[in-house]
């Protein structure tokens, strides 16, 4: 809806400010996950593709006009933990929060779903390493069904398969030195194995984890 929208476009205005935390933000995410959508069915497979990319998503993708509410929060979330994570001493205020959020227990169906949607990008942005013990609480909502939870938990186990690979690329990157073009035609010359080998050990920085470019337009498409 047009109000969802403008709300939306405010709490980023307001999170991208370099003057002050954007915690106070999540004081507002109950209202934005308690939202009604008359089309909302729950689906987490749609979102096994982001899965793969840990979740970390520009907030462009906030944009586009066909987009579920379930979508909007979860791409939401995962750009609100971008802003926040480098913040200092948001740690606390986060854990405190969390603990009320996600105590889903009674939730309905399609309010406990927003909130896992919502949840779910949050938690793989601002501290992934901890995401899937985040998460847990989540699956204690009495009225999801058991494919509901499964697909929850499944999507978790494939953004920690995901996180777990960028992470071996990452440090693999770091430790294997790349022959220079000079080591390569020294080989070709024929040079000697030292030559050869004090060229290839010249470091080089090794790029191998994709790297996700913030946007600083918070503008949403009306």
Same mark, same amino acid.
């Given at each position: 809806s047009e109000g969802f929208k403008y709300l939306l476009k405010r709490l980023l205005c307001v999170a991208r400010s370099p003057n002050r935390s954007p915690v106070d933000i999540l004081e507002c995410v109950q209202l934005i996950t308690s939202v009604q959508d008359a089309t909302c069915r729950v689906? /987490?497979? !749609?979102? &096994?593709k982001l899965a793969g990319k840990v /979740?970390?998503?520009k907030l462009k993708s906030l944009r586009s006009e066909d987009r @579920? +509410?379930?979508v909007k929060l979860l791409h939401f979330g995962s750009w609100l933990a971008q802003s926040m994570r480098d913040w200092p001493d948001t740690e606390? @205020? +986060?854990? /405190?929060?969390w603990s009320n959020f996600s105590n889903v227990g009674q939730s309905p169906l399609l309010e406990w779903y927003h909130k896992c949607c919502f949840a779910t990008g949050f938690a793989w942005n601002f501290r992934p390493n901890q995401a899937p013990e985040m998460m847990e609480p989540f699956l204690a909502n009495q009225l999801a069904s058991d494919d509901h939870r499964s697909d929850l938990r499944n999507l978790q186990r494939l953004a920690a398969q995901a996180l777990e690979k960028s992470q071996s690329l990452g440090a693999l990157g770091k430790q294997l030195p +790349? @022959? !220079? #073009? &000079?080591a390569r035609r020294a080989e070709g010359r024929g040079e000697s194995r030292g030559s050869l080998q004090d060229a290839q050990d010249a #470091? +080089?920085?090794?790029e191998q984890v994709e790297q996700v470019e913030d946007s600083n337009d918070v503008k949403i498409v009306n």
């Open positions: 689906n /987490f497979k !749609q979102f &096994e /979740f970390r998503l @579920a +509410v379930s606390k @205020a +986060v854990t /405190f929060w +790349v @022959a !220079q #073009p &000079e #470091p +080089v920085a090794m």
